[in-house]
């Protein structure tokens, strides 16, 4: 039986009497690529949060990297990684500074931190830049090395919220291309994005509207069960239905 | 007349350090919808801080609708509307009060120019009483939209009004924008959404602060200089590492379930690929002449710059 690192049940996140996120349920595997599409608004960032353990649910179950959100966020903080458009890295602190600030917040031995901090920059091809400070990197190279500090722990799971948004069509590709090696080293990919084409790049797909999931299997199934030529016709033709609009 | 023109505009911040936009030139004609596309840091909004004058250019020129952007900006703040990239209405007044506010600063009122605010101002008619700050991301953008457009404008600015939403919503953006274009409105609209190129009337593709191409995209599309493949089979990624790796591929890239490929030799015979392929153990190996869209414009112009 495969490994599920990621295993929901009944999952509500309830706001007075708003259900941001209503009864989800799915699991996992250990490996995967996992999509998590959803219109604005739709509950991806609160139950991302939950999994996270950044937030508590009101109801139901989930188990992240084998610990209880109710029960073991601290837990499951460390063994996760984490990287959204919006924030990533200490703009004011050098490449070097950031692995190092990282790498140490997450437990990293200042030895493994040295030996692999030299190892990530000559990877990323950033040995020039290495003392410069982040902010002056451009968008693509500072995402790329967002990546690579966000799993710089070798942690079971990484989350990934819009990590592509605005950056140019060929570093996009070259993003993903680090997703790929990183599931295939038995990191799990869990990621959000706008960009229809990337939801062909999962493993497996979920469509969240209005809190629910409505949709969730592997993008060749879905098209042919809403009998589309792509993924985003299959989105267009879910999200269409949402009653909420949000953030 | 053109309603935009810039003549050899550059731009460079902290001193020179940082080219941002370099001896871009162009022009956007009067009616049209015209669409500038490229990631972020290409210098869009930059281009749009000239033409709005909010940023004086190092070099060049710029006009829109024949005033000049430094001698005349007081003209030009009349004639147009400029919705920023970051939401800037004030979010602890309500939907209508920014309204009101924004066609008062230009000596006008909401009724005046109802008609051409109508149908999206409906959309969030009945949250006019909320505070904007309390809006979801897609009402916001109809907000900023209203306000950019209650004076009447001659042009319209918008810069990346649809990052950051979804499918739907910018489906429902874009139809707005063509109703707009139908009342006589130049625009001018940003986005990093090469799918979004296509609704445009003539797009220029912009990257590190250079104009790559400027043309319908239709145009564009049609000039991609090769024969361009779509290839699929069972495991994708090794698909994707193995075509790397192999001489007669000049060029790779994911496009959702498919790769895009040009190859080296020109006459090449697409059997002999697809048997290589399959002798290195892939499976239902699937390989079609396909028309290429912007997005393989702009990278095919990107890797040649």
């Not at chain 1, 030895?111 to 000559?122: A, G, V």
């Not at chain 2, 909320?130 to 457009?149: N, T």
Request: hydrophobic share 40%; charged share 25%; net charge negative.
């Amino acid at each position: 039986m495969e490994e599920k690192v990621i295993v929901c049940k009944d999952l509500t996140k309830r706001f007075g009497d708003f259900y941001a996120v209503n009864k989800i349920s799915f699991e996992v595997n250990k490996g995967e690529i996992f999509g998590f599409l959803g219109a604005n608004g739709a509950g991806k960032t609160t139950a991302m949060r939950i999994l996270c353990g950044l937030s508590h649910p009101t109801s139901g179950e989930a188990m992240v990297a084998g610990f209880d959100v109710y029960k073991q966020p601290e837990s499951i903080k460390k063994n996760i990684g984490y990287m959204s458009q919006k924030f990533s890295l200490y703009e004011n602190l050098t490449v070097v500074e950031n692995i190092e600030f990282f790498g140490g917040v997450y437990g990293v031995s200042s030895s493994e931190i040295r030996k692999r901090s030299d190892n990530l920059i000559q990877k990323l091809g950033l040995t020039a830049e290495a003392k410069k400070l982040v902010g002056a990197l451009p968008l693509g190279w500072k995402q790329k090395l967002a990546f690579s500090v966000a799993i710089f722990h070798q942690p079971r799971i990484v989350f990934l919220d819009e990590p592509t948004g605005g950056v140019d069509p060929v570093t996009r590709r070259q993003f993903w291309d680090m997703i790929y090696e990183a599931a295939a080293s038995g990191i799990t990919i869990f990621v959000t994005t706008h960009y229809m084409d990337e939801a062909e790049y999962c493993n497996r797909v979920t469509i969240m509207v209005d809190g629910k999931i409505e949709a969730l299997d592997s993008p060749a199934n879905l098209k042919t069960q809403f009998e589309a030529d792509n993924m985003d016709e299959v989105f267009y033709r879910l999200a269409r239905r949402a009653k909420r609009s949000g953030d | 007349m053109s309603a935009v023109t810039l003549d050899h505009i550059t731009k460079t911040y902290d001193k020179g350090k940082v080219l941002a936009v370099n001896d871009v030139s162009l022009q956007v004609e009067e009616g049209e919808l015209f669409g500038l596309i490229g990631p972020d840091g290409a210098g869009k909004t930059s281009i749009f801080r000239i033409l709005t004058t909010l940023l004086l250019p190092d070099k060049g020129t710029a006009s829109v609708r024949g005033y000049d952007c430094v001698k005349d900006y007081k003209e030009i703040r009349n004639r147009i509307g400029y919705m920023p990239g970051k939401f800037s209405l004030y979010q602890d007044l309500t939907v209508k009060e920014n309204l009101d506010f924004f066609a008062t600063l230009f000596g006008s009122t909401i009724e005046e120019n109802y008609e051409l605010i109508k149908d999206i101002y409906d959309q969030i008619k009945p949250f006019s009483d909320r505070r904007a700050g309390k809006l979801s991301g897609g009402m916001k953008q109809k907000l900023a939209l209203c306000c950019a457009l209650i004076h009447k404008p001659e042009v319209l600015f918008l810069d990346e009004p649809t990052t950051g939403v979804d499918v739907v919503s910018r489906k429902e953006f874009w139809d707005m924008l063509k109703h707009l274009k139908q009342q006589g409105i130049t625009i001018v609209v940003s986005t990093p959404y090469m799918d979004e190129a296509v609704l445009c009337e003539r797009i220029a593709l912009i990257q590190n602060g250079k104009i790559m191409s400027v043309d319908t995209p239709d145009k564009i599309m049609a000039q991609f200089p090769v024969k361009l493949y779509a290839i699929k089979a069972d495991n994708i990624y090794h698909l994707l590492t193995d075509l790397r790796s192999m001489p007669e591929i000049d060029s790779s890239f994911a496009f959702g379930e498919y790769i895009h490929i040009t190859l080296k030799d020109a006459g090449a015979d697409i059997d002999t690929l697809q048997r290589n392929i399959t002798q290195r153990g892939h499976t239902h190996v699937d390989i079609k002449l396909i028309h290429p869209g912007i997005e393989d414009s702009f990278i095919r112009l990107m890797n040649q710059a």
